[in-house]
Nanobody, 123 residues
Framework: QVQLVESGGGLVQAGGSLRLSCAAS????????VAWFRQAPGKERNFVAA????????YYADSVKGRFTISRDNAKNTVYLQMNSLKPEDTAVYYC????????????????WGQGTQVTVSS
């Protein structure tokens, strides 16, 4: 199995940027896809972005396309989410998740989850 730890969240003004990191440990020698999800208070968890094990294929939710970029450094076992042009509606707890298969936009397809990191965007 793989263990995930997110970092990089914080408070930022609208229009600003943040970079989230998701550090993996454990069985990282097996190909695994990683996705970011987010959950705002009182709302359901939503897909944000995903990346294949090779990093060659990515997928984004429409709400973040053009503003967020997912990438990975397999030598460091770390996946990043660069978030630019942040909006107040991006405020949420951001979670990274992993699965030993191709990428998916469904949270139920991911077996491994981090503890989450809070992102707050002020207007």
């Amino acid at each position: 199995q793989v263990q995930l730890v997110e970092s990089g969240g914080g408070l930022v003004q609208a229009g600003g940027s943040l970079r989230l990191s998701c550090a993996a440990s454990g069985r990282t020698n097996i190909n695994y896809a990683v996705a970011w999800f987010r959950q705002a208070p009182g709302k359901e968890r939503n897909f944000v972005a995903a990346i294949r094990s090779s990093g060659g294929s990515t997928y984004y939710a429409d709400s973040v396309k053009g503003r967020f970029t997912i990438s990975r450094d397999n030598a460091k076992n770390t996946v990043y989410l660069q978030m630019n042009s942040l909006k107040p509606e991006d405020t949420a707890v951001y979670y990274c998740a992993a699965r030993y298969a191709s990428l998916s936009v469904k949270g139920s397809d991911y077996a491994y989850w981090g503890q989450g990191t809070q992102v707050t965007v002020s207007s």
